[in-house]
């Protein structure tokens, strides 16, 4: 046993030295209680989680549907007067995972858009910021040191990864200031709030549900992952798996195309050849375009597509006016971190789990939204859900 | 008969196991899918493998040399970023941003090759530190994420050519323009600069007693290799358009390529034409991956296993005294000027 996890270790370090840049918990950190719970052969298949999430997408969140950073799925709420504190000027201090996907950028901007509305109406003084560049080691560290400066009167956390953060966020905790988690979870409940959209799950199985229902059964379909070991994307894809298995399309295949445009390209065009391809699902909408580029190369019909809410491939869509659907993991979440330092801080109630809606962009809605966001890059998410704050829209617009 | 045994005498030669590998892939993918070999399929492939091809010629010369590269990757990421901005979609720019991306192109190469010449730092710490100055600075100007768009001008080199040929279809442009590049690599390999080039990698000192100037063909080198990576980039970002990964780990496709070709790390052995070949056959074995389903974890470890196995064969044969002259440009000898 001993020298079985030895080996598992040593094959985990060689793994991260061959994998450079892919930030994952490496392999010797997964088998803690959570994941060895499915075991079942596939580690990223959690039924209740699955179940749970698939419901959530049919209920009424609370709150008003026009500040949909604000609402909340069942929220239980629960008292912070501990943590009020009175004169506002609160300083809040951020450890970022990193902004180095298009998707964070976004929410990074829309963040601190928010920011600058809470330090006008005096409600924030200081807001510190570190970024880890994706980096573990270098996250717990940062928040070390916001433990260590003593004087944030909150400290907001978007975890890098799950297991190696937990420590961190732990420490965080008993430093006796109210912690706010958002996008990626971590195994410990000691945050005040934990602020997500519903999840991996609901985002793949909107997109599974999607191609069953728009394509005839025994259709082919192409699945195009970003890359393998990162929960929230390996959770889209078991939510799927799921769906597929119970359809009667026909999976041609699931490929790691890790997001470039021209890998996602080649294998696309690679599959055109062998043979029909009438279904296209993607577990992260980057490079989505090149995939539709690849049918229009080949000469072949447009497939049924979907992506994200990312407006090159919203853009693409509408003008090729192919049957598609944008599933979405509400980058708008980025907001909400800083509005519940401030209600914590003010000690008003929040959900200790903050989930928030996460509608997927439908035909119907694709025309509303592309006309909201005209003005914006193309590598930009259509619901981030910034338009009502006073840097709109030069802010996103001129990153 | 005596054509059989040259080939043999060719198979044993380090430099041709790569045209033996880049052959067993393509029975292998024509195994797995005759189709492979039709003119359309066949065209599509070569187009999309141009560019690696191209980044390989450019890589060889540095590594002939007797250096590294490790920025080309991060500069052909840097290019389809800073073409997409500057383009911003207008037809008009096209031209004076080509021409801006190759004067960048020159310019990278050049201070890679002058702080490895002059101030003496090796050349995979000088290109290390590119590939992170480039990488950064363009995170920096771009705020992580790339905005603006190519135009169809832009566009025309990587993903179109000449349509409606008979058998094949399209012709690419990419197709033309790397046969264009890797005839213009081989004439050089063969000129009085090629040959200084090699033996600086063979031998520096006694290439430079012998009157050859080393330094600056060194650094003409990194400048054909920054070239090589602008004329990638316009071809990977006409290909597929701006994504923010665009060239990301390329630098280690395309050493990986060049080796695989026969080419010895350190310099001084191995053809640019091998070095072509073994990008091709890395883009083959991509495509038999492919066809074969493989899964994706499990692609990186047999494309090590091959690159290992492919290398140490050759330095098998080149270890074994050969019965003819083996490497005919290995002994190459710079000229006295």
Same mark, same amino acid.
């Given at each position: 046993m001993k020298t079985q996890r030895l080996a598992a270790a040593s094959v985990a370090a060689l793994g991260l030295l061959l994998a450079t840049g892919c930030t994952t918990d490496t392999p010797a950190d997964t088998p803690d209680e959570e994941t060895t719970?499915?075991?079942?052969?596939?580690?990223?298949?959690v039924q209740a989680d699955y179940d749970e999430q698939l419901a959530q997408r049919d209920i009424e969140p609370e709150g008003d549907p026009n500040t949909p950073w604000l609402q909340a799925i069942e929220p239980e709420w629960i008292d912070t007067t501990e943590y009020a504190k009175e004169g506002g000027d609160a300083t809040l201090c951020f450890s970022n995972a990193?902004?180095?996907?298009p998707w964070r950028v976004t929410g990074w901007i829309t963040m601190q858009q928010q920011v600058e509305v809470l330090q006008e109406s005096g409600q924030i003084g200081e807001f510190r910021v570190s970024d880890a560049g994706d980096d573990d080691d270098q996250q717990i560290s940062d928040i070390q040191a916001f433990i260590d400066a003593g004087d944030c009167d909150s400290i907001i956390i978007s975890p890098s990864t799950t297991a190696t953060l937990t420590p961190a966020v732990e420490a965080a905790c008993a430093s006796g200031v109210p912690v706010v988690v958002f996008d990626r979870g971590v195994n410990?409940?000691?945050?005040?709030t934990f602020i997500h959209p519903i999840g991996g799950y609901a985002f793949g199985a909107d997109a599974a549900e999607f191609l069953v229902d728009n394509l005839e059964p025994g259709s082919t379909v192409l699945a195009l992952r970003i890359?393998?070991?990162?929960d929230v994307l390996e959770n889209r894809w078991a939510a799927a798996e799921q769906i597929f298995g119970d359809s009667e399309l026909e999976i041609l295949g699931n490929e790691f195309t890790g997001g470039d445009a021209a890998e996602i390209k080649n294998i696309v065009s690679q599959y055109l050849e062998r043979g029909e391809v009438d279904g296209i699902w993607m577990?992260?909408?980057?490079g989505a375009v090149a995939a539709i580029e690849a049918f229009e190369d080949a000469g072949q019909p447009y497939p049924v597509m979907t992506g994200e809410d990312e407006l090159s491939f919203m853009r693409k869509w509408e003008e090729t006016g192919m049957t598609a659907l944008a599933p979405v993991y509400?980058? #708008?979440?980025?907001?909400t971190p800083v509005i519940a330092a401030t209600m914590i801080l003010a000690g008003e109630q929040v959900p200790s789990e903050w989930v928030l809606p996460q509608d997927p962009i439908t035909e119907a809605e694709l025309g509303d939204y592309l006309e909201r966001n005209?003005?914006?890059?193309?590598?930009?998410?259509?619901? #981030?859900?910034?338009?009502?704050?006073?840097? #709109?829209p030069d802010a996103w617009r001129d990153r | 008969m005596t054509r059989f045994r040259d080939l043999i005498a060719k198979a044993a030669n380090p430099t041709g196991t790569v045209f033996i590998l880049l052959a067993l892939i393509l029975v292998g993918v024509f195994a797995m899918?005759?189709?492979?070999?039709e003119g359309p399929s066949l065209m599509a492939f070569l187009k999309q493998a141009a560019p690696l091809v191209i980044l390989a010629a450019g890589q060889y010369f540095v590594i002939v040399s007797g250096n590294f590269d490790l920025s080309v990757g991060a500069l052909v990421g840097a290019q389809v970023v800073i073409a997409a901005r500057l383009i911003d979609?207008?037809?008009?720019?096209t031209l004076p941003v080509i021409l801006a991306m190759i004067a960048f192109g020159v310019a990278v190469g050049l201070v890679n090759g002058l702080i490895t010449?002059?101030?003496?730092?090796?050349s995979f710490i000088t290109t290390l530190g590119m590939l992170l100055v480039l990488y950064g600075a363009i995170r920096l100007w771009t705020g992580g994420a790339p905005t603006g768009s190519l135009s169809e001008a832009f566009r025309q080199a990587g993903r179109f050519g000449?349509? *409606?040929?008979?058998?094949?279809g399209q012709v690419p442009w990419a197709l033309l323009i790397m046969i264009g590049l890797g005839a213009g690599a081989i004439a050089l390999m063969r000129s009085r600069f090629g040959r200084v080039l090699m033996a600086s990698g063979d031998n520096e000192r006694a290439a430079a007693l012998s009157g050859a100037r080393v330094d600056a063909a060194r650094t003409a080198a990194f400048v054909l290799s920054g070239l090589s990576a602008t004329v990638a980039g316009i071809l990977i970002g006409g290909y597929a358009g701006v994504s923010?990964?665009?060239? *990301?780990?390329l630098e280690f496709t395309v050493i990986t390529a060049v080796v695989l070709g026969g080419?010895?790390?350190?310099?001084?052995?191995?053809?640019v034409l091998a070095a072509m070949a073994g990008a091709l056959t890395i883009e083959a074995l991509f495509t038999l991956f492919n066809q074969m389903a493989l899964p994706a974890t499990l692609r990186p470890t047999v494309q090590g296993a091959i690159l290992i196995a492919a290398v140490a064969y050759a330095a098998r044969q080149r270890a074994r005294p050969a019965p003819?002259?083996?490497?005919?440009?290995?002994?190459a000898t710079a000229t006295p000027s």
């Open positions: 719970a499915a075991e079942s052969g596939d580690e990223w298949f990193s902004v180095s996907n410990t409940d000691c945050a005040v890359l393998p070991g990162v577990d992260a909408g980057d509400s980058n #708008f979440q980025w907001r005209a003005d914006m890059p193309s590598l930009h998410y259509a619901k #981030f859900g910034g338009e009502d704050l006073p840097g #709109f | 899918n005759p189709g492979f070999f979609g207008e037809e008009s720019r010449t002059v101030l003496k730092v090796q000449i349509e *409606d040929v008979p058998v094949l923010a990964q665009v060239g *990301d780990g080419v010895v790390l350190g310099g001084g052995r191995g053809t003819a002259p083996a490497t005919p440009t290995a002994t």
